[in-house]
């Protein structure tokens, strides 16, 4: 593990904390409204129904296609500014949309999605930049409470929906675009006063290759893990709401399963970080990955309302173990000056992985229906099991 290079005072570090953690909640209020709206909208907008879940698919592309230029400019500009130009995109994400659904057109609302994808990149770094000038007894508990932030957006998001969908009738979700807007422009101004160590000469020079640190087994395992985390993740959640709506349940009833999800996806993030420090982050990521095959056998179990939310509580829990296990992994691989290379690098890989997944569960739930959809979900959790396997049977990392 490395050493940290510029210890930040403990009360920057608490107001860094909580400020990242109130925008990890606005940021991810955000990501609910794509979720939950983005196949619905599709569906209607769509040339064609096996296009209806690709907006929220190019959410996804957004992420992986801006996650490299995000830490590039993190690391000459630092992080700060990244965090600013990311709620810029959120802004602009939301009034994009809102011109979308004014005009009914598919393909502007997919370039909407496509920027919130930017923005939500940008608030991936949250997590890592809470760990910056934090000594590494106390990092991955640094990272969970930022990602604890996201509980208040599972009651956020969906809520938000539900009030402002019908609002500006008879253009459904108008109103919510533009309250999304208003919701990521709060969010800068949170950010503002975020205080970290700027970028070190030996920072912006690199480090190491990344084709070294990549080769670590513990960093394979951690990137597959992650990747593989998010992928299942997003690959049913992103699928479940039209799910729950070709099979005649309501928008509500989908919006409720979907605050449960985000709940339990950030709610144990105020206890992960002490059982990553108790019992490992690799054993933790284990158990993510466990949860998240139950929650797909929960789905195999029936169509009614019932399976549909535990399903999306299990697959919540299991992302939050898994991905921040992970990602607290990922902190074991790099040294200092590499953070923001490695870190990217790690993201890239779990998002450009994300976006196979969620561009075919639309096509896999239009042409083979609920029940494929979950029984694909099982193959790369045994590959992410046997590279963790791998690892864990290392006895420490090779940073």
């Not at 196949?39 to 190019?58: K, Q």
Request: glycine share 10%; aromatic share 10%.
């Amino acid at each position: 593990m490395d050493t940290v290079s510029s210890e930040l005072p403990d009360h920057v570090q608490r107001g860094n904390i909580w400020r990242l953690s109130v925008s990890q909640a606005l940021a991810g209020a955000n990501a609910v409204v794509v979720y939950a709206t983005g196949a619905i909208v599709g569906d209607a907008f769509a040339p064609s129904p096996v296009l209806a879940t690709l907006p929220v698919s190019i959410f996804v592309v957004g992420m992986a296609a801006s996650i490299l230029p995000v830490g590039a400019i993190a690391r000459r500009r630092g992080r700060r500014t990244v965090f600013l130009l990311g709620a810029g995109a959120g802004v602009l994400a939301g009034a994009v949309a809102t011109v979308a659904v004014l005009v009914a057109s598919f393909w502007l609302f997919c370039l909407s999605t496509f920027f919130g994808g930017a923005y939500a990149a940008v608030v991936l770094s949250y997590r890592f930049a809470a760990a910056d000038g934090v000594t590494p007894a106390r990092r991955a508990r640094a990272l969970s409470l930022v990602m604890a932030g996201g509980v208040a957006a599972g009651v956020i998001g969906p809520q938000l929906v539900t009030w402002t969908m019908d609002l500006w009738a008879p253009f459904t979700f108008a109103a919510t675009f533009v309250v999304q807007a208003a919701v990521a422009a709060l969010s800068a101004l949170l950010l503002v006063g975020v205080r970290l160590p700027p970028p070190t000469a030996a920072e912006q020079a690199g480090g190491r290759p990344l084709a070294m640190i990549a080769r670590q087994p513990r960093f394979v395992a951690a990137a597959v893990c992650g990747a593989v985390s998010y992928l299942v993740m997003n690959f049913l959640m992103t699928a479940a709401p039209l799910a729950m709506h070709l099979c005649g349940h309501s928008q509500a009833a989908a919006n409720l399963g979907l605050q449960w999800h985000v709940i339990a996806m950030y709610a144990p993030s105020f206890f992960t970080g002490n059982l990553i420090a108790r019992f490992g982050a690799g054993r933790v990521a284990a158990v993510g990955l466990a949860l998240t095959g139950v929650s797909a056998a929960v789905g195999l179990l029936g169509l009614e309302v019932r399976h549909f939310w535990w399903m999306l509580v299990l697959l919540g829990l299991g992302w939050n173990f898994g991905f921040l296990g992970a990602s607290a992994m990922v902190l074991e691989c790099h040294r200092p000056e590499e953070k923001t290379r490695v870190q990217s690098l790690n993201d890239f890989i779990v998002f450009g992985l994300m976006a196979v997944g969620s561009f075919s569960s639309g096509g896999l739930l239009s042409a083979y229906g609920w029940e494929r959809v979950l029984w694909v979900s099982f193959l790369p959790l045994v590959l992410a099991a046997l590279a963790l396997t791998v690892a864990l049977r290392r006895r420490a990392p090779a940073a």
